[in-house]
């Protein structure tokens, strides 16, 4: 069955659509991320325009996260003065990313960017998130516990002023580097069309030490409101957001999640991270190759303005 | 004496050169309003048209050509060429096209070139190849020759889209002077006016011409979108992020375990 969307300006399947908001969503609940970084090629992939996607996108994922959230909330595994404190500086990477996306669009640029930012995050993260869970499946084998837990050590960023107490996630960190993360998130979810789950748990457990316990539940809050305020942001600005494309696969979105959730609950952490690592990793050389290999068509057309 | 020979030479290659005069078009499109809704997927539309005498006349060739023309709402476009740079592909080079037809079919009953003399053809724009594309190059505006590269490849890319298309047996003649034109409409044609220009030809000559016009809209419910994105996007974001919300919140309704 067809349907027109109104801003995209095609007609797609809605079942094709659906079923894609379904198996993203079951990837997202599995891995408590967003989907946007398999989501967006998804879209660009059957016709739609990498800039209306990554806007419509940016809603799609703000409903599978403020689902994932109150489930989290519900369990109290989430750290709100935590996820405050990013989103204050992530709401103003979002609005930076906003305006670069246009500034992008106007130089035609912006496809160089998206496929560059891919290439760079997706494989760096993926390797090494492969890397880190090898490493703990090898220490188990040698009858090791998995993860090396330090809870006192320090690094340098802990040396930082401006220190703030979390209870929730029971640490005392600077206040820098938890903007510093809150920016760059935003920063980069505006412009990829992806919620940064996949780069924010990473980055508090890495860098801030956050517990297992609260990092996902709190990525979902920052995940959330990031995207809900690219949503606004884009419709605003670009007026490329398609509030039906949006609808088909937030729908298909929250139902996959749902299944994905069982299915991730009943697997090993370790485990669990090798198979995203390798998920990640594999987008990201999918999109090297794009940039890497001489396209069909070496030209392509980009409406200016209508009369 | 003199000055009535001449008059009289005068009115006589006047004739000569327009006997135009002899025929009219009559033509009808089957819709003249097609309407965008969700289940929009193409439309195929239907010209008809016959050729008349003139009052107190009798049509006396045969041999009639016809030419559609069939042209979309102006849009500005830019052509972009990519190059590897550093190993990669990028956008290097780029020429912006200005108010080209955003839509543009030429259908005839033969192939055009077949028609009417090159000269002819030019000045009337028959043909994608002949058919006026201006370019901005430079400071100047000018149409190119039809090898020009971003010319050829502007066609190409809006041919494969099938928003640009030349049919050389869209239009067929049902007697000698009766005719029907199928005017194609894809899927994703812009919405706006258009503008359907019929050419009669006789032996390579331009008989007469006549237009008629159609109009593409959005409707119901498609049409309140993208009139809602444009007009009030603040609004329509809020809105977008709330359903999302909505969705989200519900979704953990549904699904609920405990």
Known sequence: MQIYLPIADLPVNIFLVLGMGLAVGFISGMFGIGGGFLMTPLLIFIGISPAVAVASVASHIAASSFTGAINYWRRRALDLPLGMMLLSAGILGTAAGVWLFTKLREMDQLDLMIGLSYVTLLTGVGSMMIYESIKAEMRTRQGMPATLRRPGSHTWLHGLPLKMRFKRSKIYVSAIPVWAIGFIIGFVGAIMGIGGGFLLVPMLIYFLRVPTATVIGTSMVLTLITMASATVMHAATNHLVDSVLALILMVGGVIGAQFGVRTGQAMRGERLRLLLGLLVFAVGLRFAYQLVVQPDDLYSLRLVGME | ?258
């Not at chain 2, 193409?42 to 049509?59: M, N, R, W, Y």
């Not at chain 2, 979309?72 to 590897?84: A, F, I, M, S």
């Not at chain 2, 003399?117 to 006026?132: A, F, K, M």
């Not at chain 2, 809602?228 to 953990?252: E, H, K, N, P, Q």
């Open chain 2, 1 to 258: 004496m003199r000055t009535r020979t001449l008059i009289l030479v005068a009115v006589l290659t006047a004739c000569s050169i327009a006997p135009a005069a002899a025929e009219r078009l009559v033509v009808s499109l089957s819709n003249h309003r097609i309407a965008i809704t969700s289940s929009f997927v193409g439309d195929d539309l239907v010209l008809f048209g016959t050729i008349e005498p003139d009052a107190g006349k009798t049509l006396t060739r045969r041999d009639y050509d016809l030419v559609v023309t069939v042209t979309g709402p102006n849009q500005t476009l830019k052509t972009r060429r990519k190059e590897r740079v550093a190993g990669i592909w990028v956008n290097v080079d780029s020429r912006e096209f200005l108010r080209v037809p955003s839509y543009l079919a030429i259908l005839s009953n033969r192939p055009v070139e077949t028609i009417a003399s090159p000269d002819t053809s030019r000045r009337l724009q028959l043909g994608l190849d002949n058919y006026q594309l201006t370019q901005r190059v430079g400071a100047d505006f000018a149409d190119t020759v039809p090898d020009d590269p971003f010319r050829a490849a502007f066609v190409r890319l809006e041919l494969q889209y099938g928003l640009y298309r030349q049919e050389s047996t869209a239009v067929t003649f049902l007697t000698p002077t009766v005719f029907r034109a199928a005017v194609p409409i894809p899927s994703n044609v812009p919405t706006g006016n258009y503008n359907v220009d019929v050419k009669l030809f006789a032996g390579g000559a331009l008989m007469t011409r006549t237009s008629t016009a159609l109009e593409v809209i959005k409707a119901g419910f498609e049409q309140y979108v993208a009139d809602a994105a444009r007009d009030r996007g603040l609004l329509y974001g809020l809105v977008t992020a709330f359903m999302a919300l909505f969705i989200g919140w519900f979704g953990s309704v549904v699904f609920r375990r405990d």
